[in-house]
Every structure is written in structure tokens, then in C-alpha cells.
């Protein structure tokens, strides 16, 4: 099922992985065709007894151990490697030192052998096949007078090279599609987490914790948006205070409280449509809003919700019994009335309400001065 998850997420987010690999693609072709050729030589020697050819053993048997030490083999590297065979290797050539900036050499010891290699890196392949066998030359020269009983001897000399090792287009394009891939697939991840923690968030911050209703603040805004998109339409809106509520906020257990605020929004949901919105006033009352819905509609609505609120709620598992005593206030939106207006008409329909507790529902409607009353073949 996580396999699957991660499939889909890949899916979605193909673009950017595509999208990230021909950025790291193009960026190495460029890099490659920006950066100016390397070319790499070697050169090899061997160390051998100098008195390989003599007929005392003892010198031959001499020669063969001090080959065999270690540290002469590792002497020599270093001395190919050091600041003296360099200089003389500039006055050979005669070259100043800014002429070798570009170059690079290193000397090592290949394992298990008497061979010596030194490899010269540069811009230019004959440059640095002349460096090499100057710097072997000079090696030779200089070890001859130190050691009577070894040779250093060219094995092979450096040739020029007409492939260069760096850059490497294939290689390195290569690589970066691996990069490419790979990095594209961790921002998709990652920004598949972001989105998720941030339609989290925006749940968070725009529904409420103790409903999962709207917020105030976000109804008001999906308020102001369906007026702007649809000026010309009708709406009704209308708040649902539960006078019952009101002396028990703050003194019943918040379970309990918690069970009575999700009765009523399940009460809310059952008798209002799918298009109808939802939100949470204040700490005792609802806000709904009903798109295409005019005040006489409206009020119909209002008051099959007020009678699915007039039973009692029974708390067994608290052994309490609350009545909602519920009042509902309305108004109809039309001639493009602010909506600061309609709010004001709402709050106003509410506190007839209150006041008349023979009609708990009053909808305020554009097209008649007076307040919506209940019919009277519905009371």
C-alpha cells in the first residue's frame, strides 16, 4: 500500500523530476563544453642493482636488498616529487614558473614492484609529455650521483595524448541524469510533504477544532467571495444561536460539550444540501450560508433546523439532559447590499428572534419590508 503511495506521488510529480534532470543535464553539457581539456601522461621507470652485471654476488645480493627496502623505493618517489628536480626540470626547459601553473605532476611507488610512475596533468598534451620526460631526466641524473649501488631507468616514456580525461561529456551527462533523477524524485517527496503539512495547516486554521465547521474568519471570506463571483445570484445566510449553551460553556466538561457541539453539526449537516456552507459563529451559535436560495426558501430550511434542535440531547454518559433552546435569524441577500449589510440584516433577524418567543425563526427578505413569519399553515 506505501509502495503504491509513493507510485502515485511519482506520478503527479513526473514534470518535476523531468524538469530537474534536463536542468542538471543541461548544466553539465555546459560545464563540459565551458571548461577547457585535460590531458593526462605517464611515465614510467624501473630501479634496478647496477651491479646486475657484475660477477661479485655480494654486490648483486646488495643491490637486490636495497631495492627491496621500502623506504629507498619511497625515497626516490619523493625526490622526483621535490623542489629541486622541479627547478632543475625549469632550467632545462627553460620555462619560467608561471609557465607550469596550469600543470600538475605526482610521483608514487606502483605496489609490489620496483616501477615508479609519475603522471603530468595539463591543457597541453606535448607540454606535458616534454614535463614528464624532463622531470624523469633530471631524476635519473640527480639519483646517479647519490647511490652507486641502484639505476633509475626510464620503463617507458611519456607520450602525448589526443584523448583528453577532463571533460568528459558522455560521462558526466551520464551522471547527471542519475543526479537528475534521483534529486528529482526526493522534490517530489519533499514537496509532497509540504503540501500535505500545508493543507493541514490550512485546515487547522480555517475549520474548527471542536466542529470541524468553518471559522468565522474563512466563512466570512467564502462570503465575500461568492458575492464577488455572483453578484447578480441570490443567497440567504442565517445564524443558528443555541441559547442553551449559554450558561454551561464554561461549567460543563469539555467532553461533554465537545459531544453536544457535534450533535448539533450533524443536526446542520442532515437538513441542509451539499452546496450549503457551514461555519462557526461564536462559542454558542452557527452560521450557514445557502447559495441560490431566496429568504422565503431560506426560512423553510431554518425551520426544519429548529425543530431538529428543539429535542433535548441526552448525555448518558454523563447522565445530562440539555435543551438548545435555539434561535435562528436570517437575511436575504439582493441588490447588491454590502456584505457588512448582510451581516448587519442577520444579526438584526437573530435579535427578533430572541425577543419573540412565539416565532424563534425571522428572515429578513429584499423584496418585502417586513420580517419573514412563519406561514400559517406551518405553525
Known sequence: MELNLYLQMLKRGWWLIVLTILVALTTALGISFLQAPQYEVTARFIITPSALGDSNPDAVLSGLNTINNTSVMTTYAEIMNSNRIYTDTLAFLQLQPSSLDK??????????????????????????????????NQTINFTRHLNQVINLDF???????????????????????????????????????LRVSLETFRQRVNFDNETGVYTKKYFSRLVEDELAQRPEDVLSIGIVELNGLRDIADTFPL??????????????????????????????????????????????????????????????QFNMVVKLDAHIGGAEYGNHITVQELFEKTNSALEQARRDKEVPVYVWEMKSPFWGQKKPDSM
Open 103 to 136: 600543470y600538475t605532476y605526482e610521483s608514487v611507488v606502483l605496489p609490489g614492484s620496483s616501477v615508479l610512475e609519475l603522471t603530468v596533468k595539463g591543457p597541453d598534451p606535448q607540454m606535458a609529455a616534454d614535463i614528464a620526460n624532463a622531470i624523469g
Open 255 to 316: 467532553a461533554a460539550l465537545q459531544r453536544i457541539l457535534q450533535r448539533v453539526t450533524e443536526s446542520l449537516r442532515k437538513e441542509l444540501r451539499g452546496n450549503d456552507i457551514i461555519g462557526r459563529w461564536n462559542e454558542i451559535s452557527f452560521i450557514v450560508m445557502l447559495p441560490n436560495t431566496p429568504g422565503m426558501a431560506a426560512n423553510r430550511i431554518f425551520e426544519r433546523i429548529f425543530q431538529s434542535l428543539s429535542e433535548a440531547i441526552n448525555l448518558d
Open 155 to 193: 620503463l617507458d616514456q611519456a607520450e602525448p595524448s589526443a584523448i583528453p580525461y577532463s571533460p568528459k561529456p558522455l560521462q558526466n551527462a551520464g551522471l547527471a541524469i542519475a543526479l537528475g533523477l534521483v534529486g528529482g524524485i526526493g522534490l517530489v517527496v519533499v514537496s509532497d510533504q
